[in-house]
């Protein structure tokens, strides 16, 4: 590939698919990406994941959904979405229009709800990949009860795996007392690679009206308070696994994005920043690039930090 | 649909009242695209993005020429309460305009129906309405209803209501809104009423069902905890009368009262 500037290459190699550079949106949190696209260059971003599509349209929790908390907000949406076929037929044509990866989230209440949505999403054009939510904490049926034990989450994997021609991400839940024991277990399944970490489980009670904030009682935290937490699981996950690792939680800031980076992670996910700022990641895009100028660094494979052996 | 994501400075943000406080921002493309009902997430300190996390959903009280746009709030909380502190020159992040406003029709007689602070977006509306109309206003005490004179200027039927007696009759907007309404259908404006309201829940569901009584149209302006304003994350989740949830801030604000289930708990 010719170049005609010595800028840093931001590009990344993930699991077969080329990203033009290390930054995706996080599913959840930018809907189907043509909500948000006259606020966010979506050309600019190395991929999107869209919000959690399942067989089936789900009309999601009763609200009150969500509740801030200090540095974070917790929610409980319950994946709320319009079914992967109103998803291929009204929102993916648009976004088909975009130079930007994009990634099917997927969630199922069995394991093979996981793998019929696999043999969907192979047939549709315009999806790069799949990112498997094993984790969600606001579902009664399936989400976190696979990603919480290793048997069922391999299983999943291979449902999908099996599926799918398509690189299969398996998102894992940090509501895990070891979260290397599930992710080595979703690796050994077929995983192309992982992304970690899904919403920490908390809770909010409303003082005034003497009642849970969620009206689902326990919601999913995410923002800058669960960082900490996930850049531990995301360094655990890269110091073990072969296949990559997708870091997620609280990134709003480029040097967050880059602490991420250098833990281990191939490329990383933003999430609740874009609710606060849409144009967040592009903020971390342009902020990583400079970093690496600075430091003169000619490649994200450069960023990891080495190890005490 | 234009919106825009910018940092705005403030020309003023005036205690009005107790606990009541009047911002005004210069943001001229947000002012300019601004339409009645609409809203914008402000960020609460400036631009830090940590604690508190979430940009406010303000509804527009007033959005003029010069650029200018002004937003009444009511500390309800910490965040309001450090939105209440921020200071002329400060900057603020604002994403606006957003959401469906009233609309307005072209031959209508409405009735602005407020509670408390919800009379704000009314007086936006009240302000780009080119036809007669009437106002009945709600509050607990007279302290809740700053934004009154600013209706005073704007028509000649104006009814207040408050619980304690300090301005107008004692009591609801239930009472004043059903004598304008039994008022108005013997006049000329029988047949062209329509119902704009915004104030707390119960408030807008006893104004549906005088609304359903009387076969007038009701067009309500919901509030909801909300998180990205844009309908990304689905957090602002309001039951509809039909199964399934509407979205405040992509369905809404404004929405016809009919859509709701108003027994819902929220």
């Known amino acids: 590939m010719a170049k005609t500037s010595h800028g840093p290459d931001l590009h990344v190699d993930l699991a077969g698919l080329r990203l033009k550079n290390p930054v995706l949106l996080a599913s959840g949190t930018c809907g189907y990406g043509v909500e948000i696209s006259d606020l966010v260059d979506l050309n600019m971003l190395g991929g999107i994941v869209v919000k959690g599509l399942s067989l089936t349209p789900r009309p999601g929790n009763p609200p009150p959904r969500i509740v801030e908390t200090p540095c974070g907000v917790l929610n409980s949406i319950g994946l709320e979405n319009i079914g992967i076929d109103a998803f291929a037929r009204d929102k993916l044509p648009l976004l088909k229009g975009f130079n930007t990866k994009v990634i099917a989230n997927i969630f199922g209440e069995t394991v093979d709800e996981y793998a019929a949505l696999a043999r969907k999403i192979d047939r549709i054009d315009g999806i790069s990949a799949i990112e498997v939510n094993i984790s969600c904490p606001n579902v009664k049926a399936g989400g976190a009860a696979f990603g919480a034990n290793p ?6 994997t291979r449902a999908v795996r099996a599926g799918t021609g398509l690189p299969v991400i398996v998102k894992l839940s940090p509501n895990v007392t070891d979260i290397v024991e599930i992710a080595t277990a979703v690796e050994a399944a077929g995983a192309d690679a992982v992304s970690l970490i899904n919403t920490l489980l908390g809770m909010s009670i409303d003082v005034k009206k003497r009642r849970p904030a969620l009206k689902n009682v326990f919601g999913g935290l995410s923002g800058p308070a669960i960082k900490p937490v996930a ?18 939680g609280g990134i709003t800031t480029p040097e967050d994005a880059i602490e991420f980076l250098m833990a281990g992670a191939v490329a990383i996910e933003v999430g609740a920043a874009t609710l606060v700022r849409p ?13 690496m100028e600075a430091n003169r660094l000619q490649n994200t494979a450069e960023l990891p930090i080495p190890r005490a052996s | 649909m234009s919106r825009f994501d910018v940092d705005a400075r403030i020309l003023r943000n005036e205690g009005l009242a107790r606990n009541i406080f009047r911002l005004t921002l210069s943001a001229p493309e ?3 695209n601004a339409r009645p009902g609409q809203f914008c ?4 300190d400036g631009k830090s993005r940590f604690d508190p996390l979430l940009r406010r959903p303000l509804s527009i009280f007033d959005a003029r020429k010069d650029g200018e746009i002004e937003f009444l709030y009511s500390i309800v909380g910490r965040g309001t309460d450090i939105l209440s502190q921020k200071k002329e020159g400060d900057l603020m992040g604002i994403l606006g305009p957003l959401g469906k406003g009233f609309g307005m029709g072209q031959c209508e007689h409405p009735i602005l129906v407020g509670g408390g602070i919800g009379a704000a977006p009314l007086h936006f509306l009240a302000k780009r309405l080119k036809t007669a109309f009437s106002v009945v206003i709600g509050a607990k005490t007279r302290d809740e209803l700053p934004g009154i004179s600013a209706f005073k200027s704007l028509t000649t039927r104006l009814l207040i209501a408050t619980e304690d007696e300090s301005i107008g009759c004692k009591g609801v907007v239930t009472a004043p809104l059903e004598e304008e309404l039994v008022a108005l259908t013997k006049s000329d404006a029988a047949g062209y009423l329509i119902i704009y309201t915004c104030g707390p829940w119960p408030m807008m569901r006893a104004v549906h069902h005088i609304c359903v009584k009387y076969g007038v149209r009701c067009r309500v302006s919901l509030e909801a905890r909300m998180a990205c304003g844009i309908g990304a994350c689905l957090g602002c989740a309001v039951k509809k009368a039909d199964g399934g949830y509407l979205h405040v801030c992509k369905d809404g ?3 016809d009262s009919a859509e709701i289930d108003w027994e819902a708990e929220v």
């Open chain 1, 151 to 156: 048997e069922a989450a391999a299983a999943v």
């Open chain 1, 231 to 248: 850049l531990r699981m995301v360094w655990q996950a890269a110091g073990t696994l072969k296949i990559p690792v997708i870091g997620i």
């Open chain 1, 279 to 291: 144009a967040a990641a592009i903020e971390v895009i342009s902020g990583i690039k400079d970093y």
């Open chain 2, 30 to 32: 947000i002012a300019k």
């Open chain 2, 41 to 44: 997430m402000i960020s609460v």
């Open chain 2, 253 to 255: 604000p404004v929405v």
